[in-house]
């Protein structure tokens, strides 16, 4: 079977969801960089294979795929295996459980968090662009009151979907593994089942290989 | 078997995109108010339904599932011999991809213009053109998209209705409500997409429930 190919760069949170996943399930993939600095994303070539100018695309054979939930899931059901169930979709119930919280991270999480990780990394690293305290000071607030109810729920159960790993927690990995590289890291240590849980993620082969790639270089 | 049981209003389009499913599915359910203007919603008996206390909840025997694309998916699923089949029995990648465009492009913009411009006057405030601008000039590049996608395919999916086109109903509807309804029917082929799915007879029961206010004066 021939590498699948993710487009993108591999330190893009995005790009970092589909390669988490691929990594879980133990599949082959190359990754095949877009230039923005060249605005290759907005070139002809790349377009064809993602609409919105954006990255991931992904390329399985004939199959050519973007937004990178969409391709995340296509990997998990064709290289799902005994070890790596990551959907659940034989039982109603945990598959239930596992969309929840899937639209849980895309809705309340990611909304209240990656706003933090846009003023404090990307957009000085990568735009030139101070960090806005005030937005950084609002979505914390936001990101507060999320956190308490991860930590009810992950009072009761490992992960989030329950006790059993899925794609509910790998949605949460790349902009958290950037979150804890800003200064606001420490509010994690309020929620001990959340922040728990968090190390156990980063404790898989899977987050610690790709966290060295997109480690921040200082 | 008890019916199932929608707790939201019947104003909300996120309680709307559930009952276009559920009336997809020709099932029985009954909506049980909360209503957001007393903060019902942040009630421990609701917040013991949906922590994060936002509507709908959906409460099927003993499970509850909250956001409103989970309840969907989990009703398509489970009921997928009843009523039109939403979900394909061979997992659809091209659906999953139009099932993330509508969560992370087209609702990001259609929810913001549907607050301005019908849930402020109904409020008593009125819209804010920035907001309303803004929103509206990236709708028309995002529905470019689309434009595209429906001059090739029949449905979002290819050549059948599935639960990505019926996702998509609800601000769908309420939009056609504002004067921005122009972003659908200036394009040929999202607007003959629109008034086919619209037509459907499941669809005209769910219209037919919801006390829609009278057109904002021009």
Redesign the interface.
Known sequence: MAPVKVFGPAMSTNVARVLVCLEEVGAEYEVVNIDFQAKEHKSPEHLARN??GQIPAFQDGD?V??????IS??VL?KFKSPKADLLREGN??E??MV??W???E???YNPALSPVVYECLINPAMRGIPTDQVVVEESLEKLRK?LE?YE??LAKHAYLAGDFLSFADLNHFPYTFYFMATPHASLFDSYPHVKAWWERLMARPSMKKLGATMAPKP | MAPLKLYGMVLSPNVVRVATVLNEKGLDFEIVDVDLRTGAHKQPDFLALN??GQIPALEDGD?V???S??IN??IA??YKSSGADLVPTT?S?KM??W???E???FHPNASPLVFQLLVKPILGSTPDPEVVDKHATQLAK?LD?YE??LAKNKYLAGDEFTLADANHMAYLLFLSKTPKASLINERPHVKAWWEDIAARPAFKKTIAAIPLPPPPSA
Do not use: C, M
């Not at chain 1, 795929?65 to 969409?70: D, T, Y």
């Open positions: 609409p919105f199959v795929l973007f937004e990178s939930r969409a899931k296509y059901r109603l119930k598959a239930a969309d929840v899937t639209e849980v895309a809705h309340q999320v109810v009810a729920r | 922590p994060f499970e599932v909250y956001e694309r989970a998916r989990y699923t489970k997992p990648a999953e991809v099932l993330e465009v969560s992370h492009h995002v998209v595209a996608h």
